[in-house]
């Protein structure tokens, strides 16, 4: 009985042991779930006992998803700037291999134009048809008795131009147009420069190579005429300027560069007069100088159409001789004169290829098909000017502001 009473005794208290653990454990399960519910921002933020906190919480929480955000960002904008420098790298691999692919077009395009000149210039059109021998002496007899008939004054110059031997471009210096020349009738190595078509300064350099080093006209020899020029056809012969001045009617200028004082000048004896050339407006009269003296090539209303010749006389400026030619004003740009022959040079209003195109010979040696269809190298746009030295048989271009020798290849008028 005792020990039924002992195993009664202990069964109870196992119970209540039992049932006091069981307590416990709901307790820190309690516990800890309040705990985490009190860690959970949503669940803070109902209480106001805990919204300070909260609101740490969250403000944390942002920073964090911020930096998470911004440290990807910096990553993904480096992978692109990577990418785009590579592209950039290769873009300009390109862009120099297609200037060097440029490059060697320019070259092989002037290579082909000069080829194409040459041709030009040398093989000239075959005759269709067979001509007949009478014929051809007729002709020849014709031309002999033309030759004993040329102009009493004339010298004994018998050359033409052949071919263009080369070009050198040598400066750019004022505006675009103007007119640079030397003295065409002494081995003076003294090159004059007058800049514009509106001037009355004249820029002397001691030579050329002096004009080439220099930094511009601002170095130059300065020389002031008394009167304006107008247009661009001016000369330097036998150290005297010959220069146009235009008021209300045309003059011809001479002025003596040694003392510094206008020697003579005349009225020119024509009235109505045009622009002598039609891609040229503002060149009213052009003088040139070949191995006969002073020209003048000039238009007029009456003869509106084409340009005339006239030869002149260096020392008073008289007028010797005149004569109509067969050359049109239309798309000329410039003219020049050599051994009495005037050679017109023609352009389009679109700048393109200068072109020799019609010649007009005082003698009656050259007509247009005896002459070669010349073409000028294309450069910049249109010659203002074009100044024949007979010492050095080159012409001084002024294209566009630069400053271009042309080598002529001259031979016989008349080579039969």
């Given amino acids: 009985m005792r020990g039924l009473v002992v195993l009664v005794t202990l069964a109870c208290f196992a119970n209540a042991q039992h049932q006091a653990l069981i307590d416990y454990l709901e307790r820190r399960l309690l516990a800890i779930e309040v705990r985490r519910k009190q860690c959970d921002p949503l669940s803070m933020c109902r209480h106001s006992a805990t919204a300070h906190l909260c609101h740490l919480l969250l403000k944390q929480d942002r920073i964090s998803l911020w930096h998470e955000q911004t440290t990807r960002y910096a990553s993904e904008l480096r992978e692109l700037k990577q990418q785009m420098v590579s592209q950039l790298e290769n873009l300009d691999k390109e862009k120099e291999a297609l200037r060097m692919n440029l490059d060697g077009m320019g070259t092989r395009v002037d290579r082909v134009e000069r080829e194409l000149d040459y041709l030009e210039t040398q093989n000239g059109a075959q005759p269709c048809v067979d001509v007949d021998d009478k014929l051809i002496e007729q002709q020849v007899t014709l031309v002999k008795e033309k030759q004993k008939a040329k102009y009493s004054k004339l010298s004994d110059c018998s050359y033409m131009i052949s071919s263009i031997k080369a070009m050198k471009i040598l400066k750019r210096v004022g505006g675009p147009k103007g007119t640079w020349t030397k003295d065409t009738s002494r081995a003076s190595g003294k090159v004059y420069i007058f800049n514009g078509t509106d001037e009355d300064t004249i820029h002397e350099f001691a030579t050329i190579q002096d004009f080439t080093r220099s930094l511009g006209l601002s170095v130059s020899k300065k020389l002031n005429l008394p ?4 247009g661009t056809g001016h000369v330097v012969y036998n150290n005297h300027a010959y220069y146009i001045s235009q008021g209300e009617e045309i003059m011809v200028v001479k002025y003596d560069m040694r003392n510094g004082s206008v020697t003579d000048s005349a009225v020119f004896p024509v009235q109505d007069h045009v622009p002598v050339y039609g891609l040229t407006p503002e060149t009213v009269m052009d003088l040139a100088v070949d191995e006969e003296g002073l020209w003048a090539i000039y238009a007029t209303r009456q003869n509106e159409r ?6 002149m006389d260096a020392s008073s400026v008289d007028i010797e001789q005149m004569w109509d030619t067969n050359c049109p004003r239309e798309n000329a740009e410039a003219a020049f004169v050599i051994c009495g022959t005037l050679y017109v040079v023609y352009n389009t209003k679109q700048p ?38 007979p010492q050095e048989q080159l012409l001084y271009a002024w294209d566009d502001g630069y400053q271009i020798l042309y080598k002529l290849i001259m031979k016989k008028k008349l080579e039969i």
């Avoid at 009167?227 to 107008?230: K, L, R």
């Avoid at 040696?365 to 010659?383: C, Q, S």
């Fill in 306 to 311: 084409h340009i005339s010749l006239a030869k």
């Fill in 227 to 230: 009167s304006s020029w107008a």
């Fill in 352 to 389: 393109g290829r200068s072109r020799i195109q019609c010649v007009f010979d005082v003698n009656d040696m050259v007509t247009n098909e005896d002459a070669p269809l010349i073409y000028f190298p294309k450069r910049y746009g249109a010659h203002s000017s074009l100044k024949y030295n």
